[in-house]
């Protein structure tokens, strides 16, 4: 079992940055795949970027490509959130999950062991 928690959030001015991160603890997390998804208040839980349990693989949603990436250090047990270029409609919390399905990356579905989320706000 993995557990998830994750940090780096706050306020932030248009065009700049913030790093995310995805601590975990459990035995299993070095070959668990990791997702982060965001929710903005209104709207349903949205894939923003996800990585495979080797750091090989790795998926971006078209709304963040080019300026998210993600990355993870399995000696340290983390996952990261690289955010650039932050817009508005970025204003989301963000969470962190474990992929458990053969589903699309994309799906909320697929995934279980949530943390509790971060909060990121980008100001106009």
């Known amino acids: 079992q993995v557990q998830l928690v994750e940090s780096g959030g706050g306020l932030v001015q248009a065009g700049g940055s913030l790093r995310l991160s995805c601590a975990a603890s459990?035995?299993?997390?070095?070959?668990?795949?990791i997702g982060w998804f965001r929710q903005a208040p209104g709207k349903e839980r949205e894939f923003v970027a996800g990585?495979?349990?080797?750091?090989?693989?790795?998926y971006t949603a078209d709304s963040v490509k080019g300026r998210f990436t993600i990355s993870r250090d399995n000696v340290k047990k983390m996952v990261y959130l690289q955010m650039n270029s932050l817009k508005p409609e970025d204003t989301a919390v963000y969470f962190c999950?474990?992929?458990?399905?053969?589903?699309?990356?994309?799906?909320?579905?697929?995934?279980?062991?949530w943390g509790q989320g971060t909060q990121v706000t980008v100001s106009s």
């Open positions: 990585i495979s349990w080797s750091g090989g693989l790795t």
């Open positions: 459990g035995r299993t997390f070095s070959s668990a795949a």
């Open positions: 999950a474990v992929r458990v399905g053969g589903s699309s990356w994309y799906n909320a579905r697929a995934y279980d062991s």
